[in-house]
């Protein structure tokens, strides 16, 4: 009875065979190489879609004060010696026509060194930040308020940033990166000026 006990013992103890464990192990290894590429998968989707986001709202709000300086602007100028880069508008902050007050200078500069848009405001007048400006102007007070920014480019062909829309308004065309991939988001659009009557302030913004 004894001999019996001790053969029951031996055969419920016996454990795992080798070949037993290696099929286990590459089991789960199996498992574990999927788990893990299905989380870094989803982390990089994850980063995708941020990334997408946060281009996509950063580019919505500078189009959307470009548009606004453009409606109501008296004057709008593409100065050709920058290529497309520069906008400038004289643009309506008041009611009063006559005041220069009610009239405010804005630029846009697309900075090809950093890949920026950067703007600046200022009164009109022989002083306003966007008087007399040449490709060799110090540009260091006008502020950043979008990074990441190239040029569309079209069947090979560099698009500007600013142009020429009719006889009063400014096309805008710019590309946002949105990652490290290389990917983009494409922000277009045109304006035209509302009618701001004659008098505008008597002073000019470039």
């Known amino acids: 009875m004894r001999a019996a006990l001790r053969t029951r013992m031996r055969g419920g103890d016996r454990g795992l065979t080798l070949a037993e464990l290696l099929v286990y192990s590459v089991l789960l290894l199996v498992v574990v190489a999927i788990t ?60 009063q026509d006559d005041a220069p007050s009610s009239w405010q200078c804005r630029g846009w500069l697309y900075d090809t060194a950093s890949k920026s848009l950067r703007t600046i405001e200022g009164a009109p007048g022989a002083a306003a930040p966007t008087k007399n400006l040449s490709l060799t102007s110090d540009f260091s007070a006008w502020r950043t308020i979008l990074t990441d920014v190239v040029p569309v480019t079209r069947t090979g062909v560099t698009q500007p940033v600013f142009a020429a829309e009719g006889a009063t308004g400014s096309q805008i065309l710019f590309d946002v990166l949105e990652g490290a991939d290389g990917k983009s988001v494409t922000f277009g659009s045109a304006a035209i000026p509302r009618p701001q009557g004659t008098i505008t302030g008597g002073e000019t913004c470039s």
Not at 66 to 77: D, F, K, M, Q
């Open 36 to 95: 893990g590429t299905l989380l870094i998968r989803g982390f990089v989707i994850q980063r995708d879609v941020r990334d997408m986001t946060t281009a996509s709202n950063d580019g919505q709000v500078t189009m959307a004060s470009i548009e606004a300086g453009l409606r109501n602007a008296a004057t709008v100028t593409t100065p050709s010696v920058f290529d497309g880069r520069l906008l400038v508008v004289m643009t309506r902050v008041g009611d």
